[in-house]
């Protein structure tokens, strides 16, 4: 490029670029919590949501989708219950009721802010049901 002009009408005006950032952002985990939950509020448009943030819309239903498969934790809403009824299928034989004391035999199980006590000596099919439960319950 020539670097001088013969025309002294014209001054040369120096090419300044500035490049901000180093590549493409990384979003921590529950800030794309939070705007896919943002963009699952009733009324809510991925596109508007997404430019709220300064983020894509492919992005955030890329996080919608992973919030669906369970990879992806939400923030709770206030209105979600804190403690999931569960129901099992599958009933257990007469056989496995608890010996000994009821407070001996007591299985918590706490995931993602939700706490289930099973009472008694569950079974694996009983423990399937409560994760399965959980799981649906925190993905809606």
């Known amino acids: 490029m020539d670097d001088h002009s013969d025309d002294i009408r014209r001054p040369l005006s120096p090419r300044?670029?500035?490049?901000a950032g180093a590549g493409r952002k990384r979003w921590p985990d529950d800030l794309k919590a939070q705007i896919a939950a943002e963009s699952l509020e009733p009324g809510a448009i991925?596109?508007?949501v997404a430019r709220r943030h300064g983020c894509r819309p492919q992005q955030v239903h890329d996080w919608r989708r992973r919030a669906r498969l369970g990879q992806l934790v939400l923030p709770a809403s206030a209105d979600?219950?804190?403690f999931v009824?569960?129901?099992?299928?599958?009933?257990?034989?007469?056989a496995a009721d608890p010996s000994g004391s009821p407070e001996?035999?007591?299985?918590?199980v706490e995931?993602?802010?939700a706490r289930v006590e099973v009472r008694g000596t569950p079974g694996l099919a009983v423990l399937s049901d409560v994760f399965l439960a959980l799981r649906r319950t925190?993905?809606?």
């Open 16 to 19: 300044i670029e500035v490049y």
């Open 46 to 48: 991925v596109t508007d």
């Open 80 to 82: 979600t219950l804190s």
């Open 85 to 94: 009824p569960v129901v099992s299928e599958s009933a257990l034989p007469a």
């Open 104 to 108: 001996a035999a007591v299985v918590t």
């Open 111 to 113: 995931l993602q802010g």
């Open 138 to 140: 925190r993905s809606c």
